[in-house]
């Protein structure tokens, strides 16, 4: 058996992105893309061990970036992360694959990519204050093997309170960062997505 187990996992055909509007990087024109990516007529579930080596298809992810006064929650993607090709590398996206799990009762859409959103936090994180959480991008890069078979939807997560703690060993070394040490002396160890983040967001 893989090491995936049989887990099936929400993707999208490489060539509706391709008719979107193919880009490179971060792109916060995301709305038009985002509806017909999560509309149930054109996506569904497939074996993630087959996506995972599939660029025919893309694996859409939520990628949540939270922030609080300045400053930016970084972590090392330690050895037990899903995504062993990232592991060691610094990143500010918090999130994962959309499971059936997510879909309940509910038909496929945006019901289900929200409860996706949601699940991934709540099993990731601790977060001990209220928070905001909105849509602010999309990320593409097709420059290595991860990211030709994932497309990111990107939120930004505004948190009342600092106070957060990791639920995983895959999220080494939580800490909030600086937008200046990012960009400036941590930047050389993001992993590619969360550089085009970091850069579009937080840039000057």
């Known amino acids: 058996m893989s090491k995936y187990q049989g887990e099936q996992i929400l993707v999208v055909p490489r060539s509706l992105f391709d ?12 709305s038009h893309y985002v509806d017909t990516l999560l ?7 497939m074996d993630r061990a087959e996506a995972e080596e599939d660029p025919t298809h893309k694996q859409i992810i939520p ?5 609080h006064e300045g400053q930016v929650l970084h972590y090392t993607r330690g050895k037990s992360s899903g995504e062993s090709r990232l592991h060691a590398q610094g990143s500010v996206g918090v999130g994962g694959h959309i499971n059936p799990i997510d879909a309940g009762e509910q038909h496929l ?22 928070f905001s959480n909105r ?9 290595n093997p ?25 999220l080494a070394n939580l ?17 590619t997505w969360s550089a085009h983040c970091v850069k579009a967001l937080f840039g000057k």
Request: charged share 25%.
């Open 19 to 30: 008719e979107l509007g193919d880009f490179q990087g971060f792109n916060s024109d995301w």
């Open 135 to 143: 849509i602010v991008g999309l990320i593409n890069d097709d420059s």
């Open 39 to 45: 509309n149930p007529k054109n996506n569904f579930f």
């Open 175 to 191: 800490a909030f960062q600086s937008e200046e040490r990012l960009l400036g002396e941590l930047f050389p160890h993001l992993e």
């Open 146 to 170: 991860v990211g030709q078979v994932h497309l990111g939807i990107v939120h930004l997560v505004d948190l009342e309170s600092s106070e957060v703690a990791s639920n995983e060993d895959a």
């Open 109 to 130: 859409g945006q019901a289900t990519y929200y409860a996706a959103v949601d699940r991934e936090i709540d099993e990731e994180l601790n977060i001990a204050g209220d």
């Open 63 to 67: 990628y949540c970036v939270f922030h």
